[in-house]
């Protein structure tokens, strides 16, 4: 493989693999490496919103997505404690119309699947699994990344290699992420299975204080994401993603809230689709991106989780991790310069737009778990332009 051709890739999740896409589309020899031994995708839900299927539509995946995902007609925020509505944004064709790209909900597992068989039919990309990137060796004419069997050089790095990247910690040192203070717990729930009142096609963020609760359709509708999120919860010894929970400790978190809702989360004792019926994982971030130099020096970039992570209040994660992929493809195409002022151009481009995002994300937690009177602020807020609070043009417009 030609060196001088080829970009080596930290990480085989969504982000990484969606920069091998973009990268190989723009005519580049891409090598990602996976630390585990068989690609799969923890968690069970995504929303992607336009400025994501935006970019995943022009990779060629219309088709593939269109199989897999759910197309919710709506977001719909009602109060956790009394099941009231509080305001609504259309989604659908009219979101569509609006902004030129449909609002998807996928299994992040089939996101995850196709955006892989999409890579592995591209003739210039090398996928290792079982090969961690441990650190990386940088001169004038290119990068070594040394992993759990060999040295391998590229031309550049992309550290895509999520919340605890080892790229990101030799690139910019610091310490471990931060933890939020949140909880959340997950389950994947067989439609069919469930209270008549929970079987609808779109998106439905139920509001209370020190908790939230998001539920929406995957696979087509025939499943139901559920994700509740609380404040406060005392798991801090407890990182990663993949941790069991007991329903009873899930139920008791919202033994205040309304009944509709407790019944939709009662529920994952017998609609459960998991092995085990709840999941649970410690939410964890960094401050928002400061300056360029955060996610580009030399001929080293970060992408995604590594660079910017992000609590999952704006779900825009993936969507992030989707727009560096085509971000970077746009400025190593420019071959009238060298590689390490590509990838300053493609830091400069992402930077503010990925702080803005973090911001956003951290605000929102403050809003969703509100008490007292700003809980009743904002539900007022809800009732009174709830439309024109829940669109996000400045994200989900062309850029």
Not at 44 to 62: C, D, I, K, V
Not at 188 to 211: C, S
Not at 289 to 310: C, F, I, Q, T
Request: aromatic letters at 6%.
């Amino acid at each position: 493989m030609n060196v001088s051709r080829q970009l080596l890739i930290a990480g085989g999740g969504i982000g990484g693999l969606a920069a091998a896409l973009a990268l190989s589309s723009a005519g580049w020899q891409t090598h990602v490496f996976e630390r585990v031994a068989e690609l799969s995708e923890v968690g069970a839900g995504l929303q992607l919103g336009p400025n994501a299927t935006r970019l995943l539509l022009s990779w060629g995946l219309e088709s593939d997505l269109r199989r897999v995902a759910a197309v919710p007609e709506r977001i719909v925020a009602r109060s956790a404690l009394s099941g009231a509505e509080l305001a609504t944004l259309p989604l659908g064709a009219s979101i569509e119309a609006r902004y030129g790209a449909p609002y998807f909900t996928v299994h992040r597992a089939e996101l995850h699947r196709l955006l892989c068989a999409a890579v592995l039919a591209r003739s210039g990309v090398r996928l290792d699994l079982s090969q961690a990137v441990h650190g990386y060796s940088e001169n004038a004419d290119g990068v070594t990344v040394t992993t759990d069997s060999s040295g391998v050089a590229g031309a550049a790095l992309i550290g895509a290699d999520g919340l605890h990247s080892a790229v990101r910690v030799q690139m910019l040192g610091g310490g471990a992420p931060r933890g939020v203070g949140d909880v959340a717990y997950r389950t994947l729930l067989k439609t069919a299975d469930l209270p008549l009142a929970a079987r609808v096609n779109q998106v439905t963020v139920w509001l209370g204080p020190d908790l939230h609760v998001v539920q929406y359709p995957v696979r087509c509708g025939e499943a139901i994401n559920l994700v509740v999120l609380v404040h406060g919860a005392h798991h801090a010894a407890q990182g990663g993603w993949d941790h069991a929970a007991e329903p009873d400790q899930v139920e008791r978190a919202l033994y205040a809230t309304c009944r509709p809702l407790r019944d939709l989360v009662a529920a994952a004792r017998h609609a459960s689709l998991n092995e085990r019926p709840w999941g649970m994982w410690v939410l964890a971030d960094r401050p928002p991106v400061s300056v360029a130099g955060e996610m580009a020096r030399g001929r080293v970039a970060l992408a995604g989780d590594a660079a910017h992570p992000m609590r999952p209040y704006l779900a825009q994660g993936a969507g992030m991790a989707i727009e560096d992929a085509a971000a970077l493809a746009a400025a190593l195409a420019d071959e009238s310069t060298d590689i390490p002022t590509r990838l300053q151009r493609y830091a400069e481009s992402r930077w503010r737009r990925c702080a803005r995002v973090q911001a956003r994300s951290e605000r929102n937690s403050t809003i969703f778990h509100a008490r007292g009177l700003m809980r009743l602020g904002r539900d007022v807020s809800l009732r009174l332009m709830g439309e024109r609070l829940m669109d996000v043009p400045w994200l989900y417009g062309r850029r």
